[in-house]
């Protein structure tokens, strides 16, 4: 299945729903379900992502166009969102990094991110902004101190993710978190798809093009800290909770590390492409306009 939350265009109102196989439109699940699960995250922490009510509705004819629809964060209020640095060898090899023995953790504020097809806003204050697709992984079942073996059955599903990074601001010092953090500056989408439509996740690429130039590509199976390891390494220091959000990392060919550099000004389209979930674009606006 595959989760959005949506802002309806004409009314304004945010809900959520699924996109039926077709993938026409989209189920409101936000209007048959009500508030007591009325949100993405809500479903998730009821256990009811699963259940024959949303497996019924997925399953029906789309009552919203996508047309009609501002697409928001599959799960726009997560309480954590963890991004991985230096994930893929050839990201860590360009940016002369030395091999760790740790996953390298940084947090990302939900205001930091914009769903598919709003714009990334490339702030007045830097211009260095740069792209970083990414493997988003999402968590359908909390707790603490996870081991690899069983970490995969907290997985809810995958999306897109563009942790784009202010580089100036993030070398201010060695804490990556003011470069990662800019309001809108980064992406999530387009739609949260679970996993049991993925089974073989290490078996998908990830391409990021830059006005329609491919920039990265790799395998999911080149992380060098694989999935099972990353969320068994977050939830030993702190709980994990249904909706909480785990960028996995971004592999080599960053605009920051080409000659010449290769920065996002506006007016770039960026998209991060991901086989078997999709693919999450979006305009590079400047604050002035944005």
């Not at 802002?7 to 699940?29: C, E, F, H, K, W």
């Not at 390494?233 to 249904?242: C, G, Q």
Request: no cysteine.
């Amino acid at each position: 299945m595959r989760f959005v939350t949506f802002r309806y265009q004409d009314q304004g109102t945010t809900s959520y729903g699924v996109v039926p196989a077709a993938g026409d439109g989209i189920v409101d699940l936000g209007a048959r379900f009500g508030p007591d699960l009325g949100s993405v995250r809500q479903l998730l922490e009821a256990g009811a992502w699963q259940g024959e009510a949303v497996r019924d509705a997925a399953g029906s004819a789309a009552e919203v166009p996508l047309g009609g629809v501002e697409l928001l964060p599959p799960v726009p209020n997560s309480r954590k969102i963890f991004a991985i640095g230096l994930n893929y060898d050839d990201h860590r090899a360009e940016g002369n990094r030395p091999k760790v023995d740790f996953p390298t953790v940084f947090t990302r504020f939900t205001d930091s991110q914009v769903g598919h097809g709003q714009p990334i806003i490339k702030p007045d204050v830097s211009d260095q902004v740069d792209y970083e697709g990414e493997l988003a992984v999402v968590i359908g079942q909390g707790g603490h101190q996870i081991p690899e073996a069983a970490a995969m059955d907290h997985v809810a599903g995958y999306a897109a993710f563009n942790d784009v990074s202010v580089r100036d601001w993030q070398r201010h010092t060695t804490q990556f978190v003011p470069g990662k953090n800019f309001f809108h500056a980064g992406a999530f989408g387009p739609w949260l798809v679970t996993a049991d439509e993925l089974p073989e996740i290490t078996a998908q690429e990830l391409t990021t093009r830059v006005n329609g130039e491919t920039v990265q590509h790799a395998p999911i199976s080149d992380l060098l800290f694989p999935i099972p390891r990353l969320i068994a390494y977050i939830s030993a220091f702190t709980p994990l909770s249904p909706g909480d959000v785990i960028a996995t990392g971004t592999p080599g060919g960053v605009g920051f590390y080409r000659d010449p550099q290769l920065f996002l000004f506006p007016g770039d389209v960026v998209e991060v492409e991901i086989s078997g979930i999709g693919t999450l674009r979006n305009l590079v606006a400047a604050e002035k306009d944005a």
